[in-house]
């Protein structure tokens, strides 16, 4: 006998990124392993985006046109807005920027570019 109850959704990824060529790739690697994907490519759009829907994880840049990625997670930080995992996402191989974002809330600190299939494990992961 067939379910009246709704399909669970999808798990959403909101990716905070302003590089066009990052953000296309891994819309088509989260969406082709069956995730929902959101695109933000600065701050403020991302503070919009997790007001309107929170995301199950959020991939962080860190350096965005409009300020510095991990004021995204200020900015949300107790509303019902904010991520449920926050990864951050960096060229920046240092202590210093590490413990930055994991005092700001990250879950995780990846240092660009990070291997798909890592990255696929790793979400498989934080979303589990």
Do not use: N, Y
Request: charged letters at 25%.
């Amino acid at each position: 006998m067939p379910s009246d109850s709704p399909a669970p959704a999808l798990p959403l990824v909101l990716l905070v990124e302003d590089s066009a060529l990052v953000t296309s790739a891994l819309r088509i690697l989260f969406e082709e392993t069956g995730r929902r994907v959101r695109i933000a490519g600065d701050v403020a759009d991302a503070v919009r985006a997790c007001a309107e829907e929170p995301a199950a994880l959020m991939l962080l840049d860190l350096t965005l046109p409009d300020g510095d990625g991990l004021s995204v997670l200020h900015a949300v930080r107790g509303t019902p807005g904010a991520p449920r995992v926050a990864v951050a996402m960096t060229g920046h191989d240092d202590e210093a920027t590490r413990q930055r974002c994991l005092a700001a809330g990250c879950t995780d600190v990846l240092l660009k570019p990070v291997p798909a299939r890592e990255l696929l494990a790793r979400a498989d992961a934080w979303l589990s």
